[in-house]
């Protein structure tokens, strides 16, 4: 009951992307199913009717004989259901200095209280003690949708007199998560894959009205490459909607110049009217003047709102008009949380993982990244085929690799275990033997076997 209603409302924002995706997929696989069949099955009745047909056989013509419900048509549901049932995973990070309001924001986005945040050990620990990391999941349900929410606060970013290399934890992070999961992929069994990989990074503008601050350039220069950038201007309501404005024009100059990679919503030639204005309507707000609140004031009109109320009116978060927040948790939540899993996934691991096999010995000829001259077009795809033949010869190395030394590992502690046996095996027979010979000792000098008590007693008397 709840799946369908879930399945059939477009509010249910979370699952809304990836479900249609997956259907989608189904759908496409399903009908090519059904071209090959039909294809098939109408040549042969060409073959023999001969002169009957003629015309070329449509494959629809086959799909209307099904006289009965068949029940493939439930594929969809099938999937949405398996998805469900899984669950969904999103890692988003949030960056900024200390009280930017970053714990209220993803409070408010998630009208979840993430709080106490529980420390949970990191991937790739040994980290000094600069900027912590601190990762709290939660799983959050909502029509029955499953959303395994992780959150990983930088409590510490930007506080300290020296702030030069505070991305660097940071960063250190983000790859120890794709290492995780790069090492989950070469595993035998890939069936319980954990995707802890950052889907998003929500970076906290301070809002000074002026321009980035160098703090903020190096941050985003380390780590645009390696994970979704959402830059947020953090207390928007701290600012005039002129000042918001302006201060927008400057970070987004910054971020040009800097020529620095932000998220932004992709618009597809296949999108229809709606999607590409919703998207139009999102891009225009970046980055995001947002104001945070988890707290319920009363409007001037006597509303419940969440917000933050002053002496001269009340900023409601959930209210376009006031802040981008709705914006923000719509491309996060609603619309694009899929496609931030599908960049993480396709595009920023994608480029890490080839990047770390190039530093494990695969090396690759980067002429053929210059080459202009078409002539040598065809050279160049040959060569690029080879690189691609030898980049998956690699991963299959590496998967091997990875496979013998699990299998070293454990011959190396069954090989342990058996001598750790044999050992003790070869004791207790010394023993036993050692026992043996003593009994036989007595047994050739006539004592009894069980001499010990009468004989030190008449030594203890005597003495
Ligand atoms: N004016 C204003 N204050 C905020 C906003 N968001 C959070 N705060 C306040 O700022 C303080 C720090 O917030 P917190 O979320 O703990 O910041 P964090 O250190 O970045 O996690 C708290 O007192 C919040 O109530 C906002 O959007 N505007
Ligand atoms: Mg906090």
């Known amino acids: 009951m709840d799946e369908s209603y879930a399945y059939e409302q ?64 439930n594929l969809p549901n099938q999937v949405h259901r398996r998805s469900v049932r899984r669950g969904f995973q999103f890692v988003a990070m949030v960056v900024g200095e200390s009280g930017l309001g970053k714990s209220t924001l993803i409070n408010t986005i998630f009208e979840t209280t993430l709080s106490p945040p529980k420390v949970v050990p990191e991937p790739g620990t040994d980290r000094g003690k600069t900027v912590e990391i601190q990762s709290t999941a939660a799983e959050i349900e909502e029509n029955g949708v499953r959303l395994k929410l992780t959150v990983v606060d930088t409590p510490g970013f930007g506080d300290f007199v020296n702030n030069d290399d505070c991305w660097k934890p940071i960063l250190d992070n983000i790859e120890a998560r794709y290492d995780a999961y790069l090492e989950q ?27 980035l601050k160098p703090i903020d350039i190096e941050f985003m220069k380390r780590l645009h490459t390696k994970v979704n950038l959402i830059p947020v201007i953090a207390k928007a309501d701290t600012l005039t909607e002129e000042e918001v404005e302006l201060f927008k024009r400057r970070v987004l100059a910054d ?108 090396t690759q000829d980067e002429s053929v990244f210059k080459e202009t001259n078409p002539a040598a077009k065809q050279a160049e795809e040959r060569k690029r085929h080879d690189e691609k033949l030898a980049k998956m010869e690699a ?3 590496m998967v091997f690799q990875q496979k013998v030394q699990e299998k070293e590992q454990k011959l190396k502690q069954s090989e342990e275990e058996l001598y750790a046996r044999h050992r003790e095996m070869k004791e207790a027979l010394e023993k036993q033997r050692l026992e043996l010979d003593d009994k036989k000792r007595r047994i050739e000098s006539g004592r009894p076997l069980t001499p010990e008590k009468g004989s030190k007693k008449r030594f203890g008397l005597g003495k």
């Not at 090519?32 to 042969?44: C, I, L, R, W």
């Not at 890939?190 to 000074?208: E, G, S, W």
């Open 10 to 73: 477009p509010s249910n924002g979370v699952t809304e992307q990836v479900e249609q995706d997956d259907i989608v997929d189904q759908q496409e696989q399903h009908q090519d199913d059904v071209y090959t069949n039909g294809a098939a099955t109408n040549g042969s009745a060409n073959g023999l009717s001969g002169l009957n047909g003629g015309a070329s056989p449509q494959p629809a013509v086959i799909r209307k004989t099904l006289a009965s419900w068949v029940g493939f048509s």
């Open 185 to 211: 992929e070469n595993r035998v069994n890939r069936l319980k894959m954990v995707d802890n990989r950052v889907h998003a990074c929500i970076y906290f503008i301070q809002p000074t009205g002026h321009a």
């Open 255 to 362: 971020i040009e110049h800097h020529e620095i990679n932000i998220f932004s919503p992709p618009m597809y030639d296949r999108d229809d009217d709606e999607t590409a204005q919703e998207n139009e309507e999102i891009i225009r707000k970046i980055p995001f003047a947002v104001v945070g609140s988890d707290q319920v004031v009363k409007a001037p009109d006597g509303r419940n709102v969440r917000g933050r109320s002053y002496p001269w009116g009340v900023i409601e978060v959930d209210n376009e008009q006031h802040c981008d927040f709705v914006k923000l948790r719509q491309m996060l939540v609603r619309t694009h949380m899929e496609e931030l899993r599908e960049k993480t996934n396709d595009v920023l691991y994608e480029d890490y993982r080839s990047e770390k096999l190039r530093a494990m010995g695969v």
């Open 395 to 397: 991963e299959m190395k």
